[in-house]
């Protein structure tokens, strides 16, 4: 294995947020330990990812939801474009933990996509642009997708209770499906109880249902009043997924495959089930969730069970996918209509700058992923039309990590952040717009 899975600088790394930026070793493992500083940090690094970011994040979302793909648009780039977007993806790998990636854009001046690395260090695989990846949190904008679908068609509306779909949400009475979107309800995420994580992490195969981590979740105590306050919760997600299911009648997955799916022709993205294959190929994903504080030695979560994420996480994709699905996250076009759209992408009011199951960064409107070994980035830039999504087999952060396990050549002159986002910076900048997430707290 690559020495940039060797060794890592100390504290506690788990990060069931699941991620907006966002869910061992040889010999005899240490027991799994959950850590206070583990999934509660990582539901306020999700809230901090958008910090910088205001309502106003999309500058005209009306002409947004106009823009026309151009043919242009899916030919190669030019060679000095592609010099430039595989010179800045490389110095953002760099600075990563990954030991692969793949990026790649699609613009009104072409398209351009490459991987990078290894997809498993261990056999010398390398990566592949047509590699399968677990989207962590990304799924949750498809999840609110549907729910903004089923408000354009009347079947429900924003702000109804969630009472009157889940009785047993405490408060539920006071706490709108609005509130579930945008992270404002004040229901805990289930990723805060210790109990949970230990479990997850002493048996990675389990098999978890829905209702199991709705339980877990609503008997945590709230954040706060609803509506009042910002707190990324992966609770509010699989709420919203229940509610999908039960105003259509069917199961999630299959509303999934039929009303986005299908219709964007994203035949390389899917939501296995706990019995289901990883799509091949993929990669073999890292992390250092679950290590307890004096094990620097990451795990192989290739093979952990998703089901722990259903809703807010549970999904697996490609790039090429991700790049048409970005872009119709972006417009919303073969997703909603102008009208919904725009009040999508006007809706970054809540604190943190996270609207309806997506947030906005400069412009860029989208969201990270991070399911323990993955992490992924897919992003919109409302100003050029423009689509970059990333997908990196380690979700283990580099830079001045205080809080988290680093690799050893960890850039301690960087900012703390996720591999996925900073080759986004990094790309970002070669495209002249830039992207600029704050660090990871």
Not at 22 to 43: D, H, K, L, R, Y
Request: hydrophobic fraction near 40%; charged fraction near 15%.
């Amino acid at each position: 294995m690559k020495s940039r899975f060797k060794t890592a600088g100390a504290g506690a790394a788990m990060a069931l947020a699941l991620g907006l930026t966002a869910c061992g070793g040889s010999g005899t493992p240490a027991a799994p330990q959950a850590s206070t500083t583990g999934p509660a940090a990582a539901e306020s690094t999700a809230a901090a990812t958008f910090a910088a970011s205001t309502a106003g994040c999309v500058a005209d979302p009306l002409a947004v939801t106009a823009y026309q793909l151009t043919e242009r648009a899916k030919e190669p780039v030019d060679a000095e474009a592609a010099a430039a977007l595989d010179a800045a993806a490389t110095a953002g790998w760099a600075q990563t933990s990954a030991a692969g990636a793949v990026v790649a854009v699609q613009g009104p001046g072409g398209s351009w996509s490459k991987a990078y690395g290894l997809a498993d260090p261990g056999n010398g695989v390398p990566m592949a642009t047509d590699t399968h990846q677990r989207i962590g949190s990304v799924t949750k904008t498809f999840t609110g997708t549907l729910v903004l679908q089923l408000a354009e068609a009347g079947k429900l509306s924003l702000e109804d209770p969630i009472s009157r779909y889940a009785p047993e949400v405490p408060n539920g009475a006071n706490i709108t499906l609005r509130m579930l979107l945008n992270m404002t309800s004040g229901i805990s995420s289930y990723t805060l109880n210790d109990n949970f994580t230990r479990e997850l992490f002493a048996d990675p195969t389990k098999t978890w249902t829905p209702d199991q981590l709705l339980a877990i979740g609503l008997a945590l105590p709230p954040q706060f009043t609803p509506g009042k306050e910002f707190n990324y919760s992966n609770t509010n997600t699989i709420l919203l997924g229940k509610v999908v299911e039960s105003v259509t009648g069917s199961a999630f997955a299959d509303v999934l495959q039929e009303q986005i799916l299908d219709p964007l022709a994203l035949s390389q993205t899917s939501m296995p089930g706990a019995d289901d294959p990883f799509p091949a190929p993929h990669a073999q994903g890292f992390t250092l969730q679950g290590t307890a504080a004096n094990d620097e030695t990451p795990r192989n979560a290739t093979g952990w069970n998703p089901t722990w994420a259903w809703t807010a996480g549970q999904m697996v994709s490609t790039v090429d996918d991700l790049l048409v699905y970005g872009r119709a996250l972006g417009t919303g076009q073969g997703l909603l209509d102008p009208e919904a759209q725009i009040e999508r992408l006007s809706s970054m009011a809540a604190a943190g700058g996270y609207g309806l199951a997506g947030g906005c960064v400069n412009g860029w409107f989208g969201h990270t992923g991070e399911l323990p070994g993955y992490n992924t980035s897919v992003f919109y830039d409302t100003q050029t039309d423009t689509t970059v999504a990333i997908l990196a087999n380690s979700d283990i952060p580099t830079g001045n990590c205080t809080e988290s396990k680093t690799p050893a050549e960890n850039p301690k002159d960087l900012p703390c952040m996720d591999p996925t986002p900073r080759i986004l910076a990094s790309v970002s900048a070669a495209l002249g717009r830039d992207f600029t997430p704050p660090r990871k707290q």
